[in-house]
């Protein structure tokens, strides 16, 4: 097998992992904070919102950071740091005593953490330029399983062996990540820098800055549009719901709808961006996915909104693999650690602004509201996707 597949499969399981670990924070943090201590709902909601969002924002300020240091040292020792900072970090959070603990460790975790992007970085730079949509659909698929699973898999560890376990045994699985990149990743050498560039040289390196301060925008928009609806599909599934029964259960069936559709569609649409070019396939799924919010807006019942869900996850799995590749296309290899550091922050921030946005919007204006303003959104990013890089015609 060649080197950069087999880097693949193996980062795909890393990612996969590491995704399951992660994505079993967001259910348990609240359960756990009240176990440390904190029994005012309100309180336990305020600590909850700041513990999940502390990663993101650590995540957002350090991406580029260390995206610098993997163009100096190599994506591999970035791997390799980040999945075994983020055993051991997780791991230590079984053992905190207070809610004080558990938030400084998840700021921790995002400032020493950020093994998606060094995997990400990894991959696009070692895959060749005609591969680079399908591998970065195929590691995309692996985060989108992972994160679907996860919460399944936490729940039931917590039900048989508790929290504080629970978290052991995350950071077992971060471990694995580690030891299996460690043996079977083998990075080939690219060009990389011997000295630190300033900001300044960092933007002159790149040979079209428009293009690239798009798709940063682009992906902190399409983080923003997604985030802002994940925290109230609860409470729109319980509007739109006869009865009130079973509610937890058809919310997490149509929260699973969009992640499901991404998995299914994500190989296909790299297999098409690899033929037609990712900036059409990111045009395309940018306007799709604004159309699909518009009718979320319109429908009558739970499994209507299930199904719209499905549609948009069948688009979204085209937006971040595009953005990806095309970073990958437009990027001197010595800066892309840096460059996809950028765009994790972009990332990151999107997601921390859409889980506190889409919220607030919603609680001002109506859930139905707020999808009607998400739709448009993506829609005049499409406007300007359409204008600075598809015009461009990047291949």
């Not at 020792?77 to 460790?105: E, H």
């Not at 989108?144 to 950071?171: A, K, N, S």
């Not at 799924?285 to 604004?290: E, N, S």
Request: aromatic residues 12%; proline residues 4%; hydrophobic residues 50%.
């Amino acid at each position: 097998m060649e080197i950069w597949k087999k880097n693949l499969w193996v980062c795909w399981f890393g990612v996969f992992i590491v995704s399951s670990g992660m994505s079993q924070m967001a259910p348990i943090l609240p359960l756990y904070i009240e176990h440390l201590g904190i029994h005012n709902p309100a309180a336990i909601a305020r600590w909850s919102g700041i513990a999940f969002g502390a990663n993101f924002i650590s995540l957002a300020v350090f991406s580029p950071i260390w995206g610098n240091f993997a163009d100096k040292y190599g994506r591999k020792p970035m791997i390799l740091r980040a999945s075994l900072w983020t055993a051991i970090i997780i791991t230590c959070m079984g053992f905190v005593n207070n809610v004080y603990q558990l938030t400084g460790l998840r700021l921790i975790q995002g400032a020493l953490s950020g093994y998606q992007s060094a995997v990400i970085t990894l991959v696009a730079t070692q895959t060749p330029k005609e591969r680079s949509g399908w591998a970065l659909g195929v590691l995309f698929s692996g985060q989108v399983g992972g994160t679907l699973m996860g919460p399944l898999f936490g729940g039931y560890l917590t039900e048989v062996v508790g929290f504080r376990e629970d978290f052991l045994v995350i950071g077992i699985l971060c471990f694995v990540a580690f030891v299996a990149s460690c043996v079977f990743v083998k990075e080939q050498k690219v060009a990389v820098i011997h000295r630190p560039l300033s900001n300044r040289e960092f933007w002159r390196a790149l040979p079209n800055r428009k293009v690239t301060v798009c798709l940063f925008i682009t992906t902190l928009v399409i983080q923003l549009a997604l985030m802002s609806v994940q925290p109230i599909i609860t409470v729109y599934v319980a509007q739109l719901s006869a009865s009130k029964e079973h509610i937890a259960l058809i919310s997490g069936a149509v929260f699973a709808a969009s992640g499901l559709a991404s998995i299914l569609s994500a190989l296909r649409l790299g297999k098409i961006s690899d033929r037609i070019g990712p900036h059409k396939v990111l045009l395309g799924a940018l306007i799709v996915a604004g159309l699909t919010f518009i009718p979320q807006a319109l429908v009558n019942s739970p499994w209507q909104l299930g199904c719209m869900r499905f549609l948009l996850g069948l688009a979204t799995a085209g937006l971040l693999p595009s953005i990806n590749s095309l970073i990958k296309r437009t990027t001197p290899d010595s800066v892309a650690g840096r460059t996809y550091g950028f765009n994790q922050s972009a990332q990151f921030f999107g997601m921390f602004c859409g889980g506190v946005i889409g919220g607030q919007l919603a609680a001002a204006l109506g859930i139905q509201y707020m999808l009607y303003l998400t739709g448009t959104l993506l829609l005049i990013n499409a406007v300007w996707v359409y204008k600075t890089i598809y015009k461009v015609n990047i291949n």
